[in-house]
């Protein structure tokens, strides 16, 4: 069975740092583009960062560009999410997902991931 488990989530206050991290078990990913979304209360899930298969390459969402920072260690079969400078505005359950075989261009858009995790909540204070 194929899991994504996020976690890293918590309550810090604005201009604070968090670290998500999205430990995959069940199969590898290393030959796949991986990302985060985020969905804030009341509003639809959104592009938040993705990442190729190798690492080589690196979208971010414009809200987030400059602050935050995708890795991935294929060796662990995990990607992190490094949030620096972060806003009340960046409050939200933060998804991980997955999807087989196609280019990082494609993972923008959350419909089509072959495989979520559950969320991990953030909550930034002012």
């Known amino acids: 069975q194929v899991q994504l488990v996020e976690s890293g989530g918590g309550l810090v206050q604005a201009g604070g740092s968090l670290r998500l991290s999205c430990a995959a078990s069940?199969?590898?990913?290393?030959?796949?583009?991986m990302g985060w979304f985020r969905q804030a209360p009341g509003k639809e899930r959104e592009f938040v960062s993705s990442?190729?298969?190798?690492?080589?390459?690196?979208n971010y969402a414009d809200s987030v560009k400059g602050r935050f920072t995708i890795s991935r260690d294929n060796a662990k079969n995990t990607v992190y999410l490094q949030m620096n400078s972060l806003k009340p505005e960046d409050t939200a359950v933060y998804y991980c997902?997955?999807?087989?075989?196609?280019?990082?261009?494609?993972?923008?858009?959350?419909?089509?991931?072959?495989?979520w995790g559950k969320g991990t909540l953030v909550v930034i204070s002012s």
């Open positions: 997902a997955a999807r087989l075989r196609v280019s990082v261009a494609t993972m923008t858009d959350p419909n089509g991931m072959d495989f």
């Open positions: 069940g199969r590898t990913f290393s030959s796949d583009p």
């Open positions: 990442i190729s298969w190798n690492g080589g390459i690196t």
